[in-house]
């Protein structure tokens, strides 16, 4: 099929996003036309697409290639996601500190999730020498953007009282926020938080899903958590969760 003539000076993420409900390999065509034309927006989402495997067979050097188009251009998302690949190794040799490179450019230019990946990596000192401090710093900053993980992060600063005032109300609103946004950490520390509180229904229900969303590693530290629990119903819970398939 012939793609129709466009004009790559008023193509954008809208354009883009519409294309995305293409089927997969219509898709995936259409926005190689696009990237190669210069579309940064096009090349981040060829970029993921070549790294799932979605549309075509995956080849994650060349999700990376592409991901390194879009960042010279600046592009928020293909900073983080090249930082991604050189983290992970995603088509290329792991690079921490050209991981923790890309996470900073991508948390300068405004994106939730570099400022929580170059946070985590000042956190750990992985690729850049620990920094708690300015890991604290940026992971508030992903937070005041409604990042839920990074949100989940500020609470337990709160709790243990690094870099900050140790503030049980301040981390317990965090944990709130950071399970109604879905993140399986922050479901369970919010459900530590009601199940200390003695909120037993509540912080089952927490629990539940926590256990369910979470990977498999977390699920098991879920279980573990609830073995402990002088109260029946958590170990309850803890074999219905263990009784969900790896």
């Avoid at 928020?76 to 500190?97: H, S, V």
């Avoid at 170059?118 to 990042?147: C, I, N, Q, S």
């Avoid at 709790?159 to 944990?175: K, Q, S």
Wanted: proline letters at 5%; hydrophobic letters at 45%.
């Amino acid at each position: 099929m012939t793609e129709p003539a466009f004009d790559v000076n008023e193509l954008g993420a809208a354009d883009v996003a519409a294309a995305m409900a293409r089927p997969p390999h219509e898709a995936t065509a259409w926005l190689r036309t696009v990237a190669e034309a210069g579309v940064a927006e096009a090349q981040v989402q060829l970029g993921q697409r070549r790294l799932d495997g979605v549309g075509a067979p995956a080849n994650p050097a060349e999700g990376l290639l592409w991901f390194l188009k879009a960042a010279r251009t600046g592009h928020p998302m293909a900073l983080n996601m090249a930082g991604r690949c050189y983290e992970n190794g995603w088509g290329t040799a792991i690079n921490m500190p050209l991981a923790a490179q890309f996470f900073r450019r991508a948390a300068h230019a405004g994106s939730d999730w570099g400022m929580y990946n170059y946070a985590t990596r000042l956190m750990l000192g992985e690729g850049v020498p620990a920094d708690r401090p300015a890991a604290f710093a940026w992971f508030r900053k992903a937070a005041a953007l409604g990042h839920a993980k990074a949100i989940n992060i500020v609470g337990g600063f709160h709790e243990d009282g690094w870099e900050t005032p140790r503030d049980l109300a301040a981390a317990r609103a965090c944990y709130r926020q950071s399970a109604a946004l879905g993140d399986f950490r922050g479901q369970f520390n919010f459900g530590r938080v009601l199940a200390a509180e003695g909120e037993v229904q509540a912080a089952l229900d927490w629990f539940e899903q926590s256990g369910r969303g979470a990977t498999p590693a977390f699920r098991g530290k879920v279980c573990a958590f609830l073995r402990t629990a002088p109260v029946e119903a958590y170990r309850r819970l803890a074999d219905r969760l263990e009784a969900i398939p790896q």
